[in-house]
């Protein structure tokens, strides 16, 4: 005849205790976008999109997963299945980040860019699935490109903007205006300092031997002015997820 086994009263409280110390899943941060939100491959810096630094930003409990990739577009990370990737990893209370236009303007690309209408109907599909699996989507507008014209800084995106901040009123997503405030970032610092922000860098850089002008790509210096802007409009609109930034 078997004994009936008990576990010991101790053993009990020890579970007990063991349990309670379980640690709650990390709050992740998703963020889908262009090359300008993307890491870089170690042979591309000083390059650095502004979702690296970003995700420095967040206290240890918070996990930030940047899925942005260099040349997509939402056509491009819907065929691709990155968005598919990120859909599926979703779970209540993340958020999910997203910012693209770069490269949907780019119309004579067929299998990236998309019309206005494409556009607006992609950005809805990412918010609706990503309310679907409880997450919060935040839209962003994309940065600006450092393009003067006559010492003033001129627009290059278009109705693209607008058609973001459409879609953000219409589905009541919050909104982060990129394109307006690196706009009046680039204003403010002016044609000539505004190139410090950018991938700038004379001939003999070992990842640029020839050097390179570019002023859609950001360096680690413009990576942290962007981030900045994004940190603090989740502070002055009052996101929640403003409170899991470090101090």
């Known amino acids: 005849m078997n004994t009936p086994k008990f576990i010991p009263f101790g053993g009990i409280l020890l579970l007990a205790l063991l349990c309670s110390f379980i640690p709650e899943s990390k709050k992740t941060v998703w963020m889908i976008g262009d090359s300008t939100m993307a890491i870089k491959a170690p042979e591309k810096f000083p390059e650095t999109g502004w979702g690296v630094a970003f995700a420095e930003m967040f206290r240890s409990d918070v996990n930030v997963i940047n899925k942005a990739k260099n040349g997509r577009s939402t056509k491009s990370c819907i065929r691709e299945g990155i968005w598919k990737e ?49 997450a ?67 001939e003999g850089h070992i990842n640029y031997p020839k050097g390179v002008i570019d002023n859609t790509h950001l360096n680690e210096r413009g990576a942290e002015a962007v981030a900045h802007l994004v940190a603090l409009d989740l502070k002055q609109q009052r996101i929640p997820l403003a409170k899991d930034l470090k101090e």
């Not at 693209?160 to 680039?186: G, K, M, N």
């Open 86 to 134: 990120v859909s599926d990893g979703l779970r209540q209370g993340d958020y999910v980040f997203i910012q693209f236009g770069h490269n949907d303007e780019k119309v004579h690309k067929p299998n990236t860019g998309t019309t206005v209408e494409e556009y607006n109907a992609n950005l809805s599909l990412f918010v609706t699935e990503a309310r679907s699996k409880g």
């Open 136 to 202: 919060e989507p935040v839209l962003l507008t994309p940065i600006a490109r450092r393009a003067f014209e006559g010492g003033k800084l001129v627009d290059t995106h278009g109705a693209y903007p607008d058609a973001v901040r459409r879609v953000a009123d219409s589905l009541h997503v919050p909104l982060i205006d990129l394109t307006q405030q690196t706009s009046e970032l680039f204003t403010e610092l002016g044609e000539e300092k505004s190139a410090s922000l950018f991938l700038h860098l004379p």
